[in-house]
């Protein structure tokens, strides 16, 4: 069973940081998309940061020059930098990937920045 298991968030205050880490179980090779989304009560899952296999990454402009998303083919794990942190940015965020054209969602991890 395919298995996306994050960690990282917490409590921050604004202008701080936090980095995200999520870890994708089993082979790689049939990997294509792995991203970042988030989400805030009464709304829509919201993309972050998408970064496909071999391909450019994608970002949310408003996070654009403050979060950074990297990828370890090898290890199959995902990380999302997040800097300058503001309270707008307070939400549950997910970790995303595509494999074999299927869609699997990590169980979300909560990130709160403090104004």
């Known amino acids: 069973q395919v298995q996306l298991v994050e960690s990282g968030g917490g409590l921050v205050q604004a202008g701080g940081s936090l980095r995200l880490s999520c870890a994708a179980s089993?082979?790689?090779?049939?990997?294509?998309?792995m991203g970042w989304y988030r989400q805030t009560p009464g709304k829509q899952r919201e993309l972050v940061a998408l970064?496909?296999?071999?391909?450019?990454?994608n970002y949310a402009d408003s996070v654009k020059g403050r979060f950074t998303i990297s990828r370890d083919y090898a290890k199959n794990t995902l990380d999302l930098q997040m800097n300058s942190l503001k309270p707008e940015d307070t939400a549950v965020y997910y970790c995303?990937?595509?494999?074999?054209?299927?869609?699997?969602w990590g169980q979300g991890t909560q990130v709160t920045v403090s104004s």
């Open positions: 970064i496909p296999r071999g391909g450019n990454t």
């Open positions: 995303y990937m595509v494999r074999s054209g299927a869609n699997y």
């Open positions: 089993g082979s790689g090779n049939s990997i294509s998309h």
